[in-house]
């Protein structure tokens, strides 16, 4: 039997409450991982001892009469890039064992501070290189709505764990579609805030000028309950957005319906090359828009076409200059060698998977002397383009829609020897990314075999608020967001085939 699905926001309020202790939410999601995991494999270690005692600790300053955080004993599970103080952080890799954090992530301290109990990190593909969790080193995760299924993508753990009820939100990150897409595929919602709205100060950096951390959650008022907790300036990230660049919610988006709200739909992310189930569900929740009391309009974003190559230019340079520190000197595992050069070309060589050299490789082959202004230059400035593209598209639209996939989740194994087939995955997401705007998925039906297809709504720079209100009056007035969360919930041991390999810690 699985358990009835309980949002953050209902978990926060019980034990704020007294309804609920902090102590019997923890138990009950470390049993339902412990039902799930066989399964699903979301998890590369359960934090157990950190949750019940970070559970008592509420437990007692409630009975104290001391007040209790927004996210008072709600469970939550962050992505294996982010460190936290005294735990193992893989990143998905063999490469940084046996690699123990020696401090937080900043927003894994906001979350400990907001009250919430953190239960584990969840399975990634390595470094955040993928978009099916298929390149983790320590084994897939299986998607809960289908586990013979791929749950997406980089953060597939992440939403692996949400959607099979072992906790209510989870932490991810998203480079080119991280948590977008894994939301999509597992049946939850997901959001990429701005770039530089939560700081990525102890992220296990991929691209630092694409690199966000988001969240996943089975709807977007808990989403909002998770960036109101872990937003802000940090001084430890030049990056994070200063007070006032971040625009609170504006009176332009509705309170209580959609009346008024500009939505557009650019026909480049919405036509060529995706799948004809999935363009039917973004149309039908166009037409739910409307008749909530938007307009809807077609749109161009010429640019967008130009988005993979960008992307994955962009993406792996940086990933070859990021990637450069993992040397055999300073973290992790080290391979001999008889001399330094070759130390560290054979820690890297057996520590990197197979799809990290590919694009460490690719990266530094984009930056080499004399072709840096033709590749990484040229990329910039596309980069550029398509910023000023969003810029003028948002004058006239709150907010532009497209499916976040191009396809629903497939079979696991099935695109492993195509790379470029799996890049072409990406490319209704990584825009947002190239662009810095926040984007949200949001569940909207599913095929006919029941495969869970998402809707991705982006807005403006710093817009994240309004996003949110759309998503949330979405949810309101229409049950996809349940109705996915309710095939999701019975993965009890329901696997054939073989097992995924176990967690390793
Ligand atoms: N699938 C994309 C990639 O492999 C996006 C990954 C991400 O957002 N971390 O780069």
Same mark, same amino acid.
């Not at 988001?214 to 937003?231: K, S």
């Not at 990637?323 to 057996?350: I, K, N, P, W």
């Not at 705007?437 to 495969?451: H, N, Q």
């Given at each position: 039997?699985?358990? =009835?699905?309980?949002?953050?926001?209902?978990?926060?309020?019980?034990?704020?409450?007294?309804?609920?202790?902090?102590?019997?939410?923890?138990?009950?999601?470390?049993?339902?991982?412990?039902?799930?995991?066989?399964?699903?494999?979301?998890?590369?270690?359960?934090?157990?001892?950190?949750?019940?005692?970070?559970?008592?600790?509420?437990?007692? !300053?409630?009975?104290?009469?001391?007040?209790?955080?927004?996210?008072?004993?709600? /469970?939550?599970?962050?992505?294996?890039?982010?460190?936290?103080?005294? =735990?193992?952080?893989?990143?998905?890799?063999?490469?940084?064992?046996?690699? &123990?954090?020696?401090?937080?992530?900043t927003?894994?301290?906001?979350?400990?501070?907001?009250?919430?109990?953190?239960?584990?990190?969840?399975?990634?593909?390595?470094?955040?290189?993928?978009?099916?969790?298929?390149?983790?080193?320590?084994?897939?995760?299986?998607? /809960?709505?289908?586990?013979?299924?791929?749950?997406?993508?980089?953060?597939?753990?992440?939403?692996?764990?949400?959607?099979?009820?072992?906790?209510?939100?989870?932490?991810?990150?998203?480079?080119?579609?991280?948590?977008?897409?894994?939301?999509?595929?597992?049946?939850?919602?997901?959001?990429?805030p701005t770039y530089g709205r939560v700081s990525r100060y102890?992220l296990?950096a991929?691209a630092s000028s694409l690199d966000c951390v988001?969240?996943?959650?089975?709807?977007?008022?808990?989403?909002?309950?998770?960036?109101?907790?872990?937003?802000g300036p940090d001084p430890a990230d030049a990056t994070s957005l200063r007070?006032?660049e971040a625009?609170?919610?504006?009176?332009?988006? /509705?309170?209580?319906?959609?009346?008024?709200?500009?939505?557009?739909?650019?026909?480049?992310?919405?036509?060529?090359?995706?799948?004809? =189930?999935?363009?039917?569900?973004? !149309?039908?929740?166009?037409?739910?828009?409307?008749?909530?009391?938007?307009?809807?309009?077609?749109?161009?974003?010429?640019?967008?076409?130009?988005?993979?190559?960008?992307?994955?230019?962009?993406?792996?340079?940086e990933?070859?200059?990021?990637?450069?520190?993992?040397?055999?000197?300073?973290?992790?595992?080290?391979?001999?060698? &008889?001399?330094?050069?070759?130390?560290?070309?054979?820690?890297?060589?057996?520590?990197?998977?197979? =799809?990290?050299?590919?694009?460490?490789?690719?990266?530094?082959?984009?930056?080499?002397?004399?072709?840096?202004?033709?590749?990484?230059?040229?990329?910039?400035?596309?980069?550029?383009?398509?910023?000023?593209?969003?810029?003028?598209?948002?004058?006239?639209?709150?907010?532009?829609?497209?499916?976040?996939? /191009?396809?629903?989740?497939?079979?696991?194994?099935? !695109?492993?020897?195509?790379?470029?087939?799996?890049?072409?995955?990406?490319?209704?997401?990584?825009?947002?990314?190239?662009?810095g705007?926040?984007?949200?998925?949001?569940?909207?039906?599913?095929?006919?075999?029941?495969?869970?297809?998402?809707?991705?709504?982006?807005?403006?720079?710093?817009?994240?608020?309004?996003?949110? &209100?759309?998503?949330?009056?979405?949810?309101?007035?229409?049950?996809?967001?349940?109705?996915?969360?309710?095939?999701?919930?019975?993965?009890?041991?329901?696997?054939?085939?073989?097992?995924?390999?176990?967690?390793?810690?």
């Open positions: 039997m699985s358990p =009835e699905p309980i949002d953050a926001a209902t978990i926060a309020a019980d034990v704020q409450s007294g309804r609920r202790t902090a102590r019997a939410v923890a138990e009950a999601s470390l049993a339902r991982i412990a039902t799930t995991e066989p399964a699903i494999h979301a998890f590369l270690g359960v934090t157990a001892d950190r949750a019940l005692a970070a559970a008592d600790a509420i437990d007692d !300053r409630r009975a104290n009469g001391e007040p209790l955080g927004p996210l008072a004993g709600v /469970p939550i599970a962050w992505k294996d890039n982010l460190v936290c103080a005294g =735990e193992i952080a893989t990143a998905g890799s063999r490469l940084l064992e046996p690699f &123990r954090a020696p401090y937080s992530a927003v894994l301290e906001r979350l400990e501070a907001a009250g919430a109990v953190l239960i584990g990190r969840t399975n990634l593909d390595e470094f955040g290189m993928g978009s099916t969790t298929e390149n983790s080193a320590f084994g897939p995760t299986r998607n /809960p709505v289908d586990p013979t299924l791929v749950p997406g993508g980089s953060s597939g753990g992440s939403a692996a764990a949400v959607a099979a009820l072992d906790c209510p939100l989870a932490i991810g990150t998203d480079t080119g579609g991280s948590v977008r897409q894994p939301a999509a595929f597992c049946g939850v919602t997901g959001i990429k102890g296990i991929y988001g969240a996943i959650a089975r709807n977007a008022a808990d989403l909002r309950l998770w960036l109101r907790a872990v937003e007070r006032g625009k609170p919610e504006t009176a332009d988006v /509705p309170r209580d319906d959609l009346t008024g709200l500009r939505v557009g739909l650019p026909w480049q992310l919405n036509g060529p090359g995706i799948d004809e =189930e999935v363009s039917a569900a973004v !149309r039908t929740a166009a037409t739910e828009l409307e008749r909530l009391g938007a307009t809807v309009e077609e749109c161009s974003l010429a640019a967008v076409a130009h988005a993979v190559p960008t992307y994955y230019l962009v993406a792996t340079a990933a070859s200059s990021n990637l450069a520190r993992y040397d055999g000197v300073r973290y992790g595992q080290r391979r001999d060698g &008889r001399r330094l050069e070759a130390m560290m070309a054979a820690t890297r060589s057996h520590g990197f998977g197979h =799809e990290v050299q590919l694009r460490v490789l690719l990266g530094t082959f984009a930056l080499r002397a004399g072709y840096h202004e033709e590749l990484y230059g040229r990329a910039t400035r596309i980069r550029d383009l398509l910023r000023r593209e969003f810029e003028t598209a948002f004058a006239s639209y709150d907010v532009l829609l497209s499916p976040t996939s /191009p396809v629903p989740p497939f079979p696991l194994g099935s !695109r492993l020897d195509d790379p470029l087939a799996m890049y072409l995955c990406d490319a209704l997401t990584v825009p947002a990314n190239l662009a705007i926040p984007a949200l998925s949001l569940p909207c039906g599913s095929t006919a075999t029941g495969r869970p297809i998402g809707l991705q709504c982006m807005a403006a720079h710093g817009n994240d608020d309004a996003l949110l &209100r759309v998503g949330e009056l979405f949810q309101r007035q229409t049950d996809h967001h349940r109705r996915t969360a309710d095939l999701a919930g019975d993965v009890d041991g329901a696997v054939d085939g073989n097992p995924p390999e176990a967690p390793t810690a």
